[in-house]
């Protein structure tokens, strides 16, 4: 791979900042909401608070990735869903402290910070808090989420939309 010029080292530097500052707020978000709805609101002893007709607080203790995908049964099967998530987080990390494009840096940096969220609560508690169900009267399209789960689904829909709505205005530029 070929050195980068000042200009690019300088965009990549600033990137950095920006994904690795964006990845913090959303963690800190994420754990946030997480100790307000649990501590405050005492979601945890409550199960259910309506907020709105489409909109409640619940409380569900996730101990899978998503859509009951990879539940772990045991303590062995948790901390190995902590080791998967955790090495996916490291790829994430390394793509963002290489990531030339801003708008790609702020994509990773919603699904970074939304990954560690998550992986801190499955370390504490076993489980990660999800809290929020979005619905509509008796259907319920959506699973319950959290912050970080908000901001990872985001992250990836952003890196998808870019991936295969944009092209390279110059093509050779890649090359470089």
């Known amino acids: 791979m070929a050195e980068l010029s000042g200009a690019d080292r300088a965009r990549v530097?600033?990137?950095?900042?920006?994904?690795l500052s964006i990845a913090l707020a959303i963690f800190l978000l994420d754990q946030a909401s997480k100790w307000v709805i649990t501590y405050v609101f005492?979601?945890?002893?409550?199960?259910l608070i309506t907020i709105a007709p489409i909109f409640d607080l619940r409380w569900v203790e996730n101990r899978g990735v998503s859509m009951g995908f990879l539940t772990a049964g045991s303590e062995a099967e948790r901390?190995?869903?902590?080791a998967l998530t955790a090495a996916i987080s490291i790829f994430v990390t390394v793509w963002l402290w290489r990531e030339k494009r801003r708008e790609d840096a702020i994509a990773l940096s919603f699904v970074l910070g939304g990954a560690l969220g998550n992986i801190l609560d499955r370390?504490?508690?076993?489980?990660?808090v999800d809290f929020a169900d979005l619905h509509?009267?008796?259907i319920h399209p959506f699973l319950v989420f959290n912050v970080g789960d908000a901001a990872i689904t985001i992250g990836v829909l952003l890196l998808l939309i870019r991936a295969l709505l944009t092209r390279d205005r110059d093509p050779g530029?890649?090359?470089?």
Do not use: C, P, T
């Open 136 to 138: 509509f009267g008796d």
């Open 42 to 47: 005492q979601l945890q002893q409550q199960r």
């Open 79 to 82: 901390w190995l869903l902590v």
């Open 123 to 128: 370390i504490r508690l076993g489980y990660v």
């Open 13 to 19: 530097r600033r990137n950095r900042v920006l994904g």
């Open 173 to 176: 530029r890649e090359k470089e």
